[in-house]
């Protein structure tokens, strides 16, 4: 067979290197998702086969199965927990988007405003929140408005300083431009600013999901007290109390998992807002 | 090719728009421009040639309005308007997060004019530098030439009287450039608008240009002008001939007499 035939009969000509990079890329597809379930399991495995061979009696460390067999027992409670855990993180975290987004929007909008509040904004971040909550819910008489306050306090700080920063990340050539064609300050924020801002944002957005979840429930272990509505973190006290460890345990693995869940949202809202356009988002080609 | 009548020829073009002992300082000691004397006319196809840091972008600053001179005058003859002046960067400087289309709307969107309103002249404009069936495209999915012709569309969609342009093919490679520059001129023969374009390269501003004003540097100033007296449509064929090696010849002589000019200002 020459050459010239094998042209005529227009076999796609895929080359080893090729080959390889497929195969390689197919493979880190799969490993992808396999792996971390495949160790996920394995871990729970271990734990399970430690605490069965060392007879770890329940009331020091839990088997995986006695947990989520508490899970399920308990669910009505634990879910009336998870709820309200859930709510005030979420809350929590809907008011620091909109305070830090504002913020942030004011800061840029006058330098003079940024230089006045910037000190403020840094003193409630540095200052750790198990320090201040007890003041707060001396001061604040609604249990909610306290919690909410804590959470919204550890959680406001990643947006208000990454949406600044984005804010302030606009390309000079672009600003020229704007100011050439005439733009004022509102079509420069919202034509410029904004979309400039939009990665840096989300990327905080990440950060604060989680925050507003450790805000919440640090805000929880201090405010204590018990009785209907009361969240997770108090759950987990409560139950330390009465050394009813496995459903500690499975307290604690609905936070974990409220936080992933969170996490991975944020991460697929990024991903539905990017993917369009934003370098972060772009699958390189090798 | 006969439309080209309508720029009249050199030496009976009205003024567009004149620059009298213009100087520039920056930080109270960098004297980017000083006596700065320029004028141009309606149809002038100006290159601003010089070495690094005489002031071209400077110059193209001021009468951009980015900036103002320290002293000295720009005057515009008939004043200028919306929409009269389009700029387009060394880099194609467009909205990562929008779309060609929508990138070229933003003049015309700045001045609150809605999509539609203006599709026609958004289409036009993209037509014009051959990017209509991109329209939808967001810029990482084009090569730099097509974002630079990105770039120009949205300079030309409000039919400027005058195009600035700062080192705009800088960047390309050679092919492209040149592909480019073909375009350049004709469009700027299709709408009859002025253009001031900056460059380091002596080849682009002869093949370009009708006038080069060549720059020195410290400070920055009028050195020379050149005028390439040859005749628009300018093709491939031009870029061949002996008149365009004899006028790269003595647009060269005028830049490196520039560059001398600064050599003994600086030992003296
Ligand atoms: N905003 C500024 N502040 C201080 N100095 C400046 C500023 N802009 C320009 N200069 C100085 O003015 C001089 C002229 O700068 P300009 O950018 O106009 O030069 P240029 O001819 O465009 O150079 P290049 O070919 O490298 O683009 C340079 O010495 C530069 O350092
Ligand atoms: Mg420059």
Redesign the interface.
Known sequence: MSAPEMHATQAPVVDLEELQHARAQRRDKIAKWSLPILMLGLAIFLWDRIVVWNEIPHYILPGPGLVIQTLIEDWGMLSDALWVTLKITLMALGVAVVGGVGLAVLFTQSRYFEMAFYPFAVILQVTPVVSIAPLIFIYVDSRLAGLLLCAWIVAFFPILSNTTLGLNST?H??R????????TRW?RLR??QL?TA?PYFLGGLRIAGGLSLIGAVVAEYVAGTGGIGSGLAFRILEAGYRLNIPRMFAALILIAATGVVIFTFASLLSHALLH????SA?KREN | MSDHSLIPPMGQRDELLRMTDVDKVFNGNVEALKNLNLTVNQGDFISLLGPSGCGKSTALRLIAGLMRQTSGQIKWNGGLNEGDLGVVFQEPTLMPWATVEQNAWLPHRLRGKSLDDVRGDIMWALKMVGLEKFQKSYPRELSGGMKMRVSIARALVTQPRLILMDEPFAALDEITRHKLNNDLLMLRDKLKCTVIFVTHSVFESVFLSDRIVVMAARPGRVSAEVSVDAPYPRTEEFRTSAQYAELCRKASDALHGAMNQHGERASA
């Open positions: 390309d050539n672009l020229d431009l704007y100011k050439i064609y005439g733009a079509q034509y410029l979309p939009l369009k356009w934003h370098e772009i």
